[in-house]
């Protein structure tokens, strides 16, 4: 049974960087996609990014364009979410999620069928 982990979450000043860490066990992620999700309060967990079996990765919110950035590294079978230049309507929970159904990203939650507990990212001065 593939479990994810997520850290690396923490709160910054608007401008800051931080980098999530989603660390998998149980289950190699080489056949999997990954999606960052992220979910703020009183509103819907949406789609960031995705990072596909191949590589490529694929941006779901136009706001983090140019901002953030989402790799895998397979020997540590972990992906990584680089989060820059952050602004305080980044913060919410951000959640990693894997799928071994699909080659290709996907922005949907019921694409995914496994899913870390999450952790806060908070953006304030």
């Known amino acids: 049974q593939l479990q994810l982990v997520e850290s690396g979450g923490g709160e910054v000043q608007p401008g800051g960087s931080l980098r999530l860490s989603c660390a998998a066990s149980g289950s190699t992620l080489y056949n999997h996609i990954i999606g960052w999700f992220r979910q703020a309060p009183g509103k819907e967990r949406e789609g960031v990014l995705c990072i596909s079996v191949s590589g490529g990765s694929t941006n779901y919110i136009d706001s983090a364009k140019g901002r953030f950035t989402i790799s895998r590294d397979y020997a540590k079978n972990t992906v990584y979410l680089q989060m820059d230049s952050l602004k305080p309507e980044d913060t919410a929970v951000y959640y990693c999620?894997?799928?071994?159904?699909?080659?290709?990203?996907?922005?949907?939650?019921?694409?995914?069928?496994?899913w870390g507990q999450g952790t806060q990212v908070t953006v304030s001065s």
């Open positions: 999620a894997a799928s071994a159904k699909r080659y290709y990203c996907s922005g949907y939650v019921y694409e995914y069928d496994y």
